[in-house]
């Protein structure tokens, strides 16, 4: 199985980026689909998921501003981020499989929001 992400860059603050998750290979039905973020110094924590039955969950620091969407026949994840804020810039990276602690991981995409 690989899991690839895209979609990341350099924005400026109040701008909005689409990031997409992709997973191939896949011979099971993928429960869990989870976008998280990694900043420099800092650990890795939960932005977003949703569940195969469309249930979301969402960090408070990007509620009303990020939404997180799948396309269960294509094995996508995609995650809308508005509004984006110089807190917002880290690694992005998604999972896919079963739960938080057991899935797919994909190498990441770089977010910056920088004036």
């Known amino acids: 199985v690989q899991v690839v992400e895209s979609g990341g860059g350099l924005v400026q603050p109040g701008a909005s980026l689409r990031l997409s998750c992709v997973a191939s290979?896949?011979?099971?039905?993928?429960?869990?689909m989870g976008w998280y973020r990694q900043a420099p110094g800092k650990q890795r924590e939960l932005v977003a998921e949703?569940?195969?039955?469309?249930?979301?969950t969402y960090a408070d620091s990007v509620k009303g501003r990020f939404t997180i969407s799948r396309d269960n026949v294509k094995n996508t994840m995609y995650l809308q981020m508005n509004d984006l804020k110089r807190e917002d810039t880290a690694v992005y990276y998604c999972?896919?499989?079963?739960?938080?602690?057991?899935?797919?991981w994909g190498q990441g995409t770089q977010v910056t929001v920088s004036s």
């Open positions: 290979g896949v011979i099971f039905k993928i429960d869990y």
């Open positions: 999972e896919m499989g079963w739960s938080r602690t057991a899935g797919y």
């Open positions: 949703i569940t195969s039955g469309g249930v979301t």
